[in-house]
């Protein structure tokens, strides 16, 4: 019977933990359809047209994050995302590759 509760106590605890394992899942997928198809190359041309059309979105694009962003690639997608002093999560997972 100890062991039974034993067993609960440690699937409640594992299920509390957070887990990248779904981004991962989803920006590996994301990558691959990205690059399966022709929306890269569809992609790539309207962002060319936009940063030709408007100044200030080639120079957003150029200039990255701002202040208080880190800017990370993960599995092909580019995020960015906001500073923070915590030490876990799935913001730190996806800082550390």
């Known amino acids: 019977m100890q062991e039974k509760a ?8 594992r299920r509390a933990l957070p887990s990248d394992e ?4 989803v920006f590996r997928a994301r990558h691959q359809a990205l690059l399966a198809n022709r929306m890269v190359e569809d992609a790539r041309r309207i962002d ?4 030709e059309a408007c100044p ?27 500073r923070q002093t915590a030490t876990g999560g799935f913001g730190a997972r996806l800082r550390e590759g």
């Open 6 to 13: 034993l067993h609960e106590r440690l699937h409640k605890a």
């Open 22 to 25: 779904p981004l991962r899942h």
């Open 48 to 51: 060319a047209a936009w940063a």
């Open 56 to 82: 200030a979105y080639a120079e957003a694009r150029r200039a990255g994050g701002v202040g208080n962003v880190d800017i990370v690639e993960s599995h092909g997608l580019t995020l960015a995302l906001p």
